[in-house]
């Protein structure tokens, strides 16, 4: 099993989602950070530095893409894996040019299945040697 | 000169000696006779003289041998006759042989210089003859040559049609060698026997014809056209004897006069009957040519100036492109006629006359309704193209649109099914079975409305053509093969055999996420409409060029008009079976988007209650490139 806690930040701008993946991460031994749109996250990545960001596009404020290009400009963030997990088609995704930075390495489509997200989490970190 | 010798001819020759033998003869008896018989000694011996001068007039200077002989008979006789003693009278005679001899000597010598002269002359005029001889030789071997070596036929015919010489250039046109036709009538030669007394006849009464065309028959039967030139020949006295004919071979030229004839005569006929108006004009600007539809117009202004003709004007026109025209340049310019209320289109262009001046040609067409045509359309178009991106802009916002509601549809969708299934696996607490149950059914309904959200973004982007496909290798049994491994729980729950037979395929491109979506479709209809504890077969093969999947149930099949609204969105056939089976009515919308992107063909066999079959076929060989992707039939 795992022997250190892993942290996964979460930024959503819907509450419940927030709330749900939350749970989740957390009744399965992960340390989970809430973070509700990209001012906020980059804001909590001052403080702390997770291993997995899971991360909604189409969000108010700060867009998705420019907050990934930030994190990518930082090298003190560049160890962090990007995962989305959108309601917007993967195809759409591709198209605006989400997939450019080489932190992004996954995309889970909401809704969701708790299974399909706790898999590719635990995929990430075990490829990327986290 | 002609009778400088008495005795030109041998015979007379041969008595010239037999005279003189004769007259040497007579002096010899005389002088015997006179001497001892009659015993005198008188003044005879004159008559000596004639043998001495017929001997130098003929021999020259042999007389001198005459002489001496003479003389020597003479002194002898004188000598005999004075018994032996030498006397006055021998002396005498001695004086007259001398005498003799040089009478003799004198008239030899003069009589050897004339003849010498005279010889001289001779050799010279004989020189003179052979010369001119040789040069009419030559002159005749030139003639001959010249006649012989003509390609063109030359021949003489007599008066009464015979032919008389025939040189090779007859031979090679006609086919008959001179020595077959010398001596025969002319007649055969000719396709018509009667042409032969019509030429001779012409030839007699004109002295000469020229350039008079005939066809005449080869030995080998064939026709040929000739052009004759032929003259009279006449002898010394100026009697016609016969005729003389130049012949020559001109059927290639024949055929290509009449070629070009009938070309201009097309060439004619095609400028008759333009709807359009052409005309020619010279440098001067005189009209030269002016087809039917002008001429309808203008009546036949040939030779006239057109400036005149067209617009009643002394100097041209100031739009007139006679001068550029005139420099070989082709213009096309379009002129509108404000009094008439016209608009013609013309094209002018330099023609080259034979004897190196320019000529116009001109072409207009009256455009006045297609002008106006080509505004209607222009309006038209300019309406259509207003349409469509009125149409163009609502797709776009209607595919916006999905792609919005299925994002806001999506997202209350996301906590709910978090949260069910956190409750189903227990995050929450152990349920007892009744609530397992029902969270089971909510969830499964979560799954199909999640599902219908994709279809309808699935098939608005396929009818916006912006589906966006990843081509690459890839192996089509392989995207068979996951399909039916995630498909078998499926298929065991309803005690269904799924069975594969899969060929050996080549690559194909396609794009393998999109085609295992049709596989998934096409195996997950197959077992949804199959009845229980069935079989559902799954074939894959190479046909032709292409590579092709086909599945067949045994299910309840489709009817013949079911069939051909089968691959339209929202056409579950019975909407009732969208209840009892689940699914959007999108699938096989969707799969024949898919297939027609990856350039293949989706269609159906079936029948009613018996199954049905469906097949897609994918060419092997395409060239698509990532970036022509965006495209969807």
Sequence with gaps: MMFVTKTVMIVDDEPDVLLSVAQILEANHYKAIKAKDGNECLEKLQRQIPDVLLLDIMMPGLATKELVSRIEKDRRLAKIKIIFLTAIHLQEAEEAGLFASKQVVDFIEKPFSVRRMLDTIAKVIKENKL | ?633
């Design chain 2, 1 to 633: 000169m002609d009778n400088r010798h008495p005795f030109a001819c041998i015979e007379r020759e041969k008595m010239k000696s037999l005279i003189l033998l004769s007259a040497i003869l007579a002096c010899v008896i005389l002088d015997v006779y006179v001497t001892f018989i009659m015993g005198k000694e008188i003044v005879y011996t004159h008559f000596f003289y004639i043998p001495v001068i017929l001997a130098g007039v003929w021999y020259y200077m042999k007389a001198v041998y005459v002489a001496i002989f003479l003389g020597a008979f003479h002194v002898l006789t004188t000598f005999i006759f004075m018994d032996f003693s030498f006397s006055l009278i021998t002396l005498e005679a001695v004086q007259r042989a001398v005498v003799f001899l040089a009478v003799a000597y004198l008239v030899g010598f003069a009589s050897g210089e004339h003849a010498k002269s005279l010889l001289l002359e001779e050799k010279r005029r004989v020189e003179e003859i052979r010369k001119s001889e040789e040069k009419l030789r030559e002159t005749r071997d030139y003639l001959n040559n010249i006649i012989e070596s003509s390609t063109d036929t030359i021949t003489v015919v007599d008066m009464m049609g015979i032919v008389r010489d025939w040189n090779k250039g007859a031979e090679g046109v006609m086919g008959y060698r001179a020595d077959e036709v010398v001596g025969t009538s002319n007649k055969k030669f000719f396709a018509n026997p009667e042409e032969a007394d019509r030429i001779m006849e012409l030839v007699e009464r004109e002295g000469e014809i020229k350039d008079y065309r005939t066809t005449v028959v080869r030995r080998d039967g064939r026709g040929i056209q000739i052009t004759m030139s032929a003259a009279v020949l006449k002898d010394k006295q100026g009697v016609p004897i016969g005729t003389v004919r130049v012949s020559r071979d001109i059927t290639k030229e024949v055929v290509f006069e009449e070629r070009i004839k009938a070309e201009r005569d097309n060439l004619n006929l095609i400028f008759e009957s333009m709807p359009d108006g052409v005309y020619v004009v010279s440098e001067d600007y005189k009209v030269e040519f002016m087809n039917k539809v002008l001429r309808n117009e203008f009546g036949n202004p040939v030779g006239r100036i057109c400036h005149n003709v067209f617009h009643d004007r002394e100097e041209p026109c100031p739009l007139c492109k006679h001068l550029e025209v005139m420099k070989g340049k082709t213009v096309r310019w379009e002129w509108h006629s404000r009094s008439l209320g016209k608009t013609y289109d013309l094209i002018e262009t330099p023609l080259k006359n034979i004897d190196g001046t320019i000529s116009k040609l001109t072409i207009f067409r009256d455009v006045t309704d297609r002008k106006k045509a080509d505004e209607e359309i222009r309006k038209l178009n300019k309406k259509l193209e207003l349409k469509v991106m009125d149409l163009e802009e609502v797709t776009r916002m209607k595919t916006e649109f999905l792609s919005l509601t299925s994002h806001e549809l999506r997202t209350p969708l996301t906590p709910i099914k978090a949260q069910l299934e956190m409750l189903h696996d227990g995050y929450m607490g152990i349920m007892n079975e009744k609530q397992e149950n029902s969270i089971e059914v909510i969830l499964r309904n979560l799954k199909r409305l999640d599902t219908l959200i994709n279809d309808i973004l699935d098939i608005s982007r396929i009818e916006a053509g912006r589906i966006r496909m990843s081509f690459d290798y890839m192996c089509l049994n392989d995207a068979v093969r996951e399909v039916i491994n995630m498909q078998e729980p499926f298929a065991k729950g309803k005690g269904i055999t799924i069975t594969a037979k899969l060929a050996q395929l080549p690559p194909i491109i396609g794009d393998a996420e999109r085609l295992r979506q049709v596989i998934s479709n096409l195996v997950n209809n197959a077992i949804k409409f199959s009845k229980k504890s069935a079989t559902v077969v799954v074939q894959t093969r190479r046909v032709g060029e292409n590579v092709m999947f086909r599945i067949t149930d045994y299910g309840i099949g489709i009817s013949k008009d079911d069939r051909e609204k089968l691959f339209k969105p929202f056409s579950q056939i019975d909407t009732s079976m969208g209840r009892e089976h689940g699914g959007s009515g999108l699938g096989l919308a969707i799969a024949k988007g898919i297939i027609q992107a990856c350039n293949g063909k989706i269609w159906v066999e079936s029948e009613l209650g018996k199954g049905s079959t469906f097949f897609f076929s994918i060419p092997i060989t395409q060239k698509i490139t990532e970036k022509d992707v965006s495209y969807i039939g």
